[in-house]
């Protein structure tokens, strides 16, 4: 039984002979702490067991969070019981739960498409953040679902992240945590800022707002990416909540969790998956070798990345791979809430240190990509002209996060539900410097452009659109299309 399992299904004895009847894991952190929602006495609680090494000092940190938020009067569910296990494997605290409440998270997500409605739900969590730095301390993991939301109220949760905000550069790091809270929201929704950190500053009787504002939002700008980067290009590349990690010196291997089972039996003979006599082949390239595959009704396509010769295995020997460039850019897209195929698997074949071939594995999208959807005749003008605002749009926020993308060709972009998803993204970059991010940006708007040069209507309907979505047009008329 793994250590997961132990805590899944079922009951658990705690010490003092009380049974704790799991319902559902609602969070896993591997070697360190489980989080239950279960049943107490008959009572609906939420269990947070911690486990290994330093499980005593994780619940004293946790138990301090506690009793700072409410010895300032600050909103958090109710402690009832701490406790270990009946076998002395755990720490257990047990908080009452609030059933009429949400997560901050899942309300924002059920928000999609209400612009009021997010605003509505950050003035709540900016006027919590407001409080808790006037009461002088600040929660540290600052990610929407460590708080709860019922009605007006805001609840915070996780308290081993809660701080004292401390005597020294206290200004500062009210604003840095601030930053940290804005830089969940949606990056076309940073233009709320100047209007929550007013509100922000209200609380906090502070004058300055109008002057910090724009430093405010370049510094959403810049943990928004930290926190995407730390993620896709680390996190993601070791064992964690949702990535497993194999790692030998013959191979490096990362599954998306749920998907262990299932892709097992061909993780020794990958290039069985590519066989076109049992599968589908969808590429057959000097550079990369595509094929569907079906894995227990779930489509899956696996792109191998071939080593063309002697001198070209010995140049990519010990470099990254290009499968592990779109591993990473597929979870980075995931943070940005930028619809890419979900991400599979991570497979390199390695001698030792050195790379040889690399296979990336995707969920299949069974949609028509972007030339397809709009050469459709049988397709009405309304939703036509809407597709086109959402591609816009798309481009509009790959401008703001200066993403390049580096090959728009048509079969790169697929329309589920008349929606763009991006494909093929071994060759995205975020770039730093904005002047040379420009650039590129613009051959990227020139590259899909071209792909309706024989179709001057959809090319037209998509220039009106793109001129909708970006202020600075005059970037479009560099890049020919004003």
């Known amino acids: 039984m793994t250590e997961l399992d132990q805590f899944s299904v079922g009951e658990i004895l705690l010490r003092d002979n009380s049974q704790l009847v799991c319902e559902?894991?609602?969070?896993?952190?591997?070697?360190?702490?489980?989080?239950?929602?279960?049943?107490?006495?008959?009572?609906?609680?939420?269990?947070?067991?911690?486990?290994?090494?330093?499980?005593?000092?994780?619940?004293?940190?946790?138990?301090?969070?506690?009793?700072?938020?409410?010895?300032?009067?600050?909103?958090?569910?109710?402690?009832?019981?701490?406790?270990?296990?009946?076998?002395?494997?755990?720490?257990?605290l047990l908080y009452a739960a609030i059933e009429v409440a949400g997560s901050a998270e899942d309300n924002w997500r059920?928000?999609?498409?209400?612009?009021?409605?997010?605003?509505?739900?950050?003035?709540?969590?900016?006027?919590?953040?407001?409080?808790?730095?006037?009461?002088?301390?600040?929660?540290?993991?600052?990610?929407?679902?460590?708080?709860?939301?019922?009605?007006?109220?805001?609840?915070?949760?996780?308290?081993?992240?809660?701080?004292?905000?401390?005597?020294?550069?206290?200004?500062?790091?009210?604003?840095?945590?601030?930053?940290?809270?804005?830089?969940?929201?949606?990056?076309?929704?940073?233009?709320?800022?100047?209007?929550?950190?007013?509100?922000?500053?209200?609380?906090?009787?502070w004058l300055q707002w109008e002057l910090e504002s724009k430093?405010?939002?370049?510094?959403?700008?810049?943990?928004?990416?930290?926190?995407?980067?730390?993620?896709?290009?680390?996190?993601?590349?070791?064992?964690?909540?949702?990535?497993?990690?194999?790692?030998?010196?013959?191979?490096?291997?990362?599954?998306?969790?749920?998907?262990?089972?299932?892709?097992?039996?061909?993780?020794?003979?990958?290039?069985?998956?590519?066989?076109?006599?049992?599968?589908?082949?969808?590429?057959?390239?000097?550079?990369?070798t595509l094929s569907l595959v079906e894995f227990s009704n779930k489509r899956v396509v696996v792109k191998r990345y071939n080593i063309k010769n002697f001198w070209h295995g010995l140049n990519r020997a010990l470099r990254s791979s290009r499968a592990a460039a779109c591993w990473a850019n597929a979870h980075r897209l995931k943070m940005y809430d930028i619809a890419a195929a979900a991400p599979v698997a991570l497979l390199e074949r390695r001698c030792g240190p050195f790379r040889r071939q690399a296979y990336f594995l995707a969920e299949f999208i069974d949609a028509p990509d972007v030339i397809e959807f709009f050469a459709d005749a049988n397709l009405p003008a309304a939703r036509k002209i809407s597709a086109a605002h959402c591609i816009a749009s798309l481009f509009h926020k790959l401008y703001l996060l200066k993403l390049e993308h580096g090959d728009f060709k048509a079969t790169n972009m697929k329309m589920p539900n008349d929606k763009p998803l991006l494909l093929d993204l071994d060759s995205m970059r975020q770039r730093s410097c904005h002047w040379f991010f420009v650039r590129r940006h613009i051959r990227d708007l020139r590259r899909f452009m071209r792909n309706w040069q024989q179709d001057p209507a959809t090319r037209d309907l998509l220039s009106v659109a793109l001129k909708n979505a970006y202020k600075d047009t005059g970037l479009l008329k560099r890049a020919g299309i004003m």
């Open 24 to 92: 559902r894991v609602v969070r896993y952190v591997p070697g360190r702490r489980v989080v239950c929602k279960a049943i107490w006495q008959q009572r609906q609680v939420y269990a947070k067991i911690f486990i290994g090494a330093h499980a005593e000092r994780h619940i004293a940190r946790e138990k301090s969070g506690w009793q700072m938020l409410t010895q300032a009067g600050l909103l958090t569910p109710e402690l009832l019981l701490e406790m270990t296990l009946a076998d002395g494997g755990g720490h257990v």
């Open 110 to 205: 059920g928000l999609a498409g209400d612009s009021q409605g997010r605003l509505h739900l950050m003035r709540m969590l900016t006027r919590a953040i407001a409080s808790h730095h006037q009461a002088g301390v600040m929660q540290t993991d600052l990610y929407l679902k460590n708080f709860l939301v019922e009605s007006e109220s805001v609840y915070t949760l996780d308290c081993d992240g809660i701080r004292q905000l401390g005597r020294f550069c206290v200004h500062r790091r009210s604003l840095r945590n601030l930053a940290t809270l804005f830089s969940k929201m949606d990056v076309t929704d940073d233009v709320w800022i100047p209007e929550l950190y007013r509100e922000y500053c209200q609380q906090r009787g």
């Open 215 to 288: 430093a405010l939002q370049e510094l959403t700008s810049r943990i928004r990416i930290k926190t995407a980067s730390d993620y896709a290009d680390r996190k993601v590349f070791r064992t964690c909540s949702d990535v497993v990690v194999e790692q030998s010196p013959e191979r490096f291997l990362a599954i998306a969790k749920g998907w262990g089972e299932l892709l097992e039996p061909g993780l020794n003979e990958p290039d069985t998956w590519l066989d076109e006599e049992s599968n589908h082949r969808l590429k057959s390239g000097n550079t990369c």
